[in-house]
């Protein structure tokens, strides 16, 4: 696959080899220790709960920096928090980061400062309590005076990552990092993009987040689209926050594939986690803004052509089924992936292919037949990969008087 890279598009991709921990003598390991190598310094604090509505509103306490996921967390989860208060059960506590003197970024705990927040507000009744019954139903301004005074009186503890852990910027970011990969370790899981968007900030990973509120991606995805609201605030509504797609990220993994596939001649043994992995923290570093407003026409021209040319079931695949091919309704990333590869390299005959959108549109059935193993499963090696790019560039092709 030959796509035509823009300058300054092509990004270093390599595995950097991992220090053979036997090369240094114990002398050399005590020396790094004693120096305070990679050595977090910290304290502690801890917040009564009536107070988190006036630090989650104050300017001291930046609540989304990047590392921060989507919020996730449903009504029946925030309860489940309040009544652990109620019933004083030990909670995790949370992690700052000093960025400034008593300025703090909210490295983890986002969710639970924000149930406190809104519970206090009175934004959510608690539901599905396990041992305070009773309380279902209720806010926090209903709830009897005694549940109150005892909810008031509990802390949330935290942890203070401060700034005198880092000399400088780029050691903070490392750090920063490092410590949110280990305190995610363990508890809910983390989607892949959600960890490369915590660990792998930057000019690719923004451009991947705001293209992927693009209205034919998210037609094409079935993800509710951007309404007027959200394009002037920058606030997506609550039937966006809760999509699945939306809450886990995987809506800016497909953007991130999309132009990590322009570059597979880098992917060299390696899983396709890695190759993005790597694509994404190499493209934070390595791009600038000339590169990624092309990068962003070329998405944007190559979704808007997927939907004009197939409709709302461009990436959704033939299947059979009790001896009927049918047409799925589910859009699968294994057609998206190579569709959205060959399409942008037929743009500059996009016209040409729409004049024929009818016999592309009763060719595909037949063609999914023709090439059904190559596109069952979920086999997303390299050489499957352009395999199948191949393949629907030619069908694609067939169709343009050269």
Not at 174 to 198: C, D, P, T
Not at 269 to 286: A, P, R, V, W, Y
Not at 354 to 369: A, S, V, Y
Request: hydrophobic share 35%; charged share 30%.
């Amino acid at each position: 696959m030959n796509n035509r890279l823009y300058e300054n598009e092509k990004v270093g991709l390599f595995q950097e080899s991992a220090d053979d921990q036997n090369s240094f003598t114990h002398e050399e390991i005590n020396e790094k220790y004693k120096k305070g190598e990679v050595r977090i310094i910290t304290e502690q604090a801890r917040y009564p709960l009536n107070t988190i509505v006036n630090l989650v509103s104050s300017e001291d306490y930046i609540l989304n920096p990047e590392f921060q996921r989507r919020h996730r967390w449903d009504v029946s989860r925030k309860s489940k928090l309040i009544e652990s208060f109620i019933m004083n059960v030990p909670i995790p506590p949370i992690f700052l980061y000093e960025v400034e003197y008593s300025i703090y970024e909210v490295m983890d705990g986002l969710q639970r400062l924000t149930a406190i927040s809104q519970f206090y507000e009175d934004e959510f009744e608690l539901q599905d309590l396990v041992e305070w019954k009773e309380l279902n139903g209720l806010t926090y301004s209903k709830l009897p005076e005694q549940i109150r005074k005892g909810i008031d009186r509990r802390y949330i503890s935290s942890i203070i990552l401060l700034q005198e852990t880092a000399k400088t910027v780029s050691e903070a970011n490392r750090l920063k990092q490092l410590v949110f990969e280990r305190i995610n370790s363990g508890g809910e899981k983390l989607e892949a993009q959600e960890i490369r968007n915590a660990l792998y900030p930057g000019i690719l990973n923004n451009l991947t987040i705001s293209l992927s509120r693009n209205i034919f991606f998210c037609k094409l995805w079935n993800i509710p689209e951007p309404d007027q609201a959200e394009i002037d605030t920058g606030k997506p509504r609550k039937e966006v926050m809760e999509d699945k797609y939306f809450k886990d990220m995987t809506d800016a993994e497909l953007v991130l594939r999309f132009f990590a596939y322009r570059q597979m001649d880098q992917w060299q043994g390696n899983t396709m986690k890695f190759f993005l992995d790597e694509f994404q923290k190499k493209g934070n570093q390595q791009f600038d803004s000339e590169v990624t407003s092309k990068l962003e026409k070329l998405f944007n021209d190559t979704i808007n052509f997927a939907y004009e040319l197939f409709g709302e079931k461009a990436f959704c695949l033939y299947r059979k089924r009790e001896d009927k091919w049918f047409h799925y309704d589910r859009p699968a990333k294994i057609l998206y992936d190579p569709l959205m590869q060959a399409l942008s390299n037929k743009l500059s005959r996009k016209q040409e292919l729409l004049t024929k959108r009818e016999e592309i549109i009763d060719g595909l059935e037949q063609f999914h037949k023709s090439q059904f193993e190559l596109f069952k499963g979920r086999d997303t090696n390299k050489t499957k990969v352009l395999e199948r790019i191949y393949v629907l560039d030619d069908y694609l092709s067939s169709f343009i008087n050269d």
